[in-house]
């Protein structure tokens, strides 16, 4: 008889095969759908105002619909306008300043740009003073006119208004106390006083500011008559209205009769700073 095959079988113990990630791209499904169903119980329970706002950043993320989500502010809603609504306001006031029969001899002492702050309208002072008598707080007639234009046309806007009053760096001397610290901010305070007389509503300022020579617009020179300026900012709407007052801006003081943006003058303004400010 032929002898039968020795058949050996030998088991092995082991972890089974390598099952694949397909689990992983399960799961990450899983996770994104749960995220985005309480992403929609949350808009459902929130208010309308973000709502829209949510709604309004994926149909234009760029920022650059009405309505789009906040920043910073955390409200969801619309805290400025676009900004080409500043880009009309500018064409409309320089039309509007076109009226003025001096014009010629203003429009390069008139400059307006729109800046993230807002629309910036700055009246620009030469060697001669043009809107300024000199080395004073006192407006001139070229500056009186123009201030009442532009406070006509401002007055009809919902947006604050601040004033900003600059220097050059040329330091005032006569009277120990008055500096150009007090020029720039008497002359925002006389800018101010008579454009609230001439149009603006007297909640409508919010902003009194005097900068001397912190700011100059000519930085490579200080002594630049330019520096000397006035600016008047018209600020983007903000969903706070009832913005604080800062300490030291009388937004609120009126004057009777002509409008007269005359304040008290120093006694340094004569025997002080000859060339003027």
């Known amino acids: 008889m032929p002898t039968p095959p020795i058949i050996i079988i030998k088991k092995t113990s082991g972890h089974g095969g390598h099952h694949g990630g397909a689990w992983k791209v399960a799961y990450a499904d899983f996770v994104t759908a749960m ?3 309480f992403i929609v119980l949350w808009l459902m329970n929130s208010s309308p105002k973000v709502q829209v706002a949510v709604g ?3 149909k234009d993320p760029s920022g650059t619909a009405k309505k789009v989500g906040t920043g910073l502010a ?3 809603e619309n805290l400025q306008p676009p900004k080409q609504d500043m880009a009309k306001l500018k064409v409309e006031l320089q039309k509007s300043v076109q009226s003025i029969t001096d014009i010629d001899k203003l429009k390069k002492n008139i400059e307006m740009t729109v800046t993230a702050e807002g629309l910036r309208i700055e009246l620009l002072e030469s060697a001669k003073g043009t809107f300024f008598e000199s080395g004073s707080s006192a407006l001139n007639a070229s500056g009186q006119e123009m201030l009442a234009l532009l406070a006509a046309e401002l007055g009809k806007l919902p947006n604050h208004i601040s004033v900003e009053g600059h220097t050059d760096a040329k330091p005032f001397t006569g009277k120990r106390s008055y500096s150009n610290w007090e020029l720039s901010a008497g002359r925002a305070n006389s800018a101010r006083r008579l454009m609230q007389q001439s149009g603006l509503r007297t909640d409508q300022v919010s902003q009194v500011r005097g900068f ?3 700011r100059l617009r000519n930085l490579k020179d200080p002594l630049d008559p330019s520096n000397r300026r006035i600016s008047i900012i ?4 903000s969903s706070n209205t009832d913005e604080a007052e800062p300490p030291g801006g009388d937004t609120k003081e009126s004057g009777g009769g002509m409008p007269s943006a005359e304040g008290p003058k120093p006694e340094s303004e004569i025997a002080g700073r000859k060339d003027e400010k």
Do not use: K, P, S
Not at 234 to 237: A, D, K, L, N, W
């Open 35 to 37: 995220m985005a169903l």
């Open 234 to 237: 018209v600020q983007y709407i």
């Open 74 to 76: 955390g409200t969801g």
């Open 56 to 58: 309004g950043y994926f």
């Open 212 to 214: 001397a020579d912190q």
